[in-house]
């Protein structure tokens, strides 16, 4: 095989070891290689096998522009999930949810932002548990993750059932189930995960409790839209609906309906949990950044009250979301895609990879490349902010877009690029910047110590903030916005 391999070499034996060192040491191991192999195309060994990694932008614009039958974006996810097995091979197979999330759900953002904010500012309220005016100290994550089950719940499936206990802890564990268990499947050869794949996946149970938290309301929704049409008063606008108005033919019962709203989840909460927990930790560590933020935040709304204008005002919340995403949020590799077609892939340089084999690109070391962001080792949170200030004082509107939040390139692939770029992005953001304002407004944070920064943990291609990182938070006295 003539791709160099940027660990180990071809023998099974050294492949394991090497297998062991890309575990713990990806993301510098891709990013020495991101220098040594400029635009290049290299092996990485997984336990189980060899998978490509690509550089720079031109290898960025070939994956992203390549037909679905020859890089398959649902492969790579298959893969990823071990979908057929932990969720169902309908998610990947006919993956609708994904346009609903792109559509419905993302021209609904400014309608349910009333909502999203009435369920965070309470979810809030009840995970911090403040007493009085004193500083308290908190561990991020876990709180992180009820709010924004929480808030993702009130627009999937509405009041009360966004509160039903039962059903937001279902809503974070069915992901961990679901990771977790592939990454067991994942290792049995091909013939034998029919068997083991099965008796792993948590597939039945987790619709079961689906169906027994949020079932009967599918199914109340299903049999009024049976009885009177799609169009009657008051049917709620959430994503229930929005699902049902998607789905086709054997979507359209309560229990493939509950299995959907579990798979967008898994794609919707531990994600955003993690911006706003890798969020809170780099405003404790440049606590420089709260009060131009926060000025703004207050500006902003008292101005324009929670809505997807005010939002769109808020460019420094922004800018500092995209800098956190871009220097912590970042993975080593992203756009992860299997090579389908019979002949094989060929990058433009000429580099050839046979069927059935995995590619994606380098991602975290396009982010702190000094050829794509000024000092680019700095955490600067409003960098992408005077980008946009200096695009608009030289007359182009798009070049100013590029800056924002959900604006994908080469040089920022963590939400992926091209036509499967993330579909939830637009959602993500609203929900992540007036999430940041709310807490910007009503409480003050600090280090846990400071100068001190939670450590980011790393597990081969998976990467995240610190699951047991603390802060302190007390309520602030002119709050109330
Ligand atoms: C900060 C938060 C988020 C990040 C960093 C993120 C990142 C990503 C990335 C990298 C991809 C794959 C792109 C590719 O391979 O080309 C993806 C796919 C996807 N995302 Fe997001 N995402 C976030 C939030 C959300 C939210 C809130 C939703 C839904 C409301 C969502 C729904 C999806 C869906 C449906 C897909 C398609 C594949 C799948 O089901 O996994 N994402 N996202």
Known sequence: DPVPALVGSNGLISSYTSAFKFLTQAIDIVSRGYYEYRDGVVRVPHLSRWDYVGFGPKRVAEVAAASDDVLSFHGGAEDILQADYTMGPEITANPYHEHTVRSALTRNIGRCLPQMHDEFVRAFE????????????ITVMPHALRVVARTTARVFVGLPLCRNQEYVDLSISYTVAVFGRSQI??????????????????RRSSIKQAMKTIGPAIEE????????????????????????????????????????????NTAAIHTSSSALTTALYDLTTYPEHVGPMREEAERVVAAEGWTK???????????????????????????????????????GDGTVLPQGTFVSLASRPACMDP????????????????????????????????????????????????????????FAAAELKAMLAHLLINYDFRAQTEGVRPKDFEFGM?????PKGKIWVRRRERGGA
């Open 126 to 137: 009840d995970e911090f548990a403040l007493d009085g005016a004193e500083w308290k100290e």
């Open 185 to 202: 499947i994942a290792m049995f050869p091909s013939f034998l995960k029919p068997i083991f794949g099965r008796l792993l996946s948590s």
């Open 221 to 264: 929704r299903l049999a009024k839209d049976a009885e009177l049409g799609p169009g009657w008063v008051d049917r709620p606008n959430d994503f229930i609906s929005w699902l049902i108005d998607d789905a086709e033919d054997a979507e359209r019962t309560a229990p493939a309906l509950a299995l959907r709203i579990l798979a967008t």
């Open 309 to 347: 204008s005010a939002l769109g005002n808020m460019v420094k919340i922004d800018s500092f979301l995209r800098e956190s995403q871009r220097v912590h949020g970042s993975k080593a590799v992203s756009m992860l895609r299997k090579v389908v077609a019979k002949d094989g892939f060929t990058f």
């Open 371 to 426: 050829g794509n962001y000024a000092n680019a080792e700095v955490f600067d949170g409003f960098r992408f902010a005077r980008e946009r200030d200096e695009a608009r004082a030289e007359g182009t509107e798009g070049g100013a877009f590029k800056h924002h939040m959900i604006s994908t390139s080469a040089a920022h692939l963590v939400f992926g690029h091209g036509k499967y770029a993330c579909p939830g992005r637009f």
């Open 462 to 466: 998976f990467n995240g903030p610190d």
